[in-house]
């Protein structure tokens, strides 16, 4: 069973930055790979960035070159520095892990990932 933690929403302007972190633990958390996903009211769950098998991330067109996935191993935490904030990023935003091939190669799917945080709400303003 993995445990997922997340932290660091708030509100901002649009332009701002904010570093979401997800704290994981649990039997054999280290071996999963894991990604970001947000939901925004009336819409699906999407993929935001993932971080797949050789360290390779994966990023939805709309936040590439405005966030960053990492990880510290170190810390147990999953990171995503996000940059440039636009209004239209506001939604709930959650960390999750999952051990399928397609999460293996990175998938921003998901249904492929099997562990989720409660989410950590992020408001950009206009």
């Known amino acids: 069973q993995v445990q997922l933690v997340e932290s660091g929403g708030g509100s901002v302007q649009a332009g701002g930055s904010l570093r979401l972190s997800c704290a994981y633990s649990?039997?054999?958390?280290?071996?999963?790979?894991m990604g970001w996903f947000r939901q925004a009211p009336g819409k699906e769950r999407e993929g935001v960035a993932t971080?797949?098998?050789?360290?390779?991330?994966t990023y939805a067109d709309s936040v590439k070159g405005r966030f960053t996935i990492s990880k510290d191993n170190a810390k147990n935490t999953l990171y995503l520095q996000m940059s440039s904030l636009k209004p239209e990023d506001t939604a709930m935003y959650y960390c999750?892990?999952?051990?399928?091939?397609?999460?293996?190669?990175?998938?921003?799917?998901?249904?492929?990932?099997?562990?989720w945080g409660q989410g950590t709400q992020v408001t950009v303003a206009s």
């Open positions: 999750a892990a999952g051990r399928s091939a397609q999460v293996y190669r990175g998938s921003l799917r998901a249904d492929e990932y099997n562990y």
């Open positions: 971080l797949g098998t050789l360290a390779i991330k």
């Open positions: 649990g039997y054999g958390a280290s071996n999963y790979y």
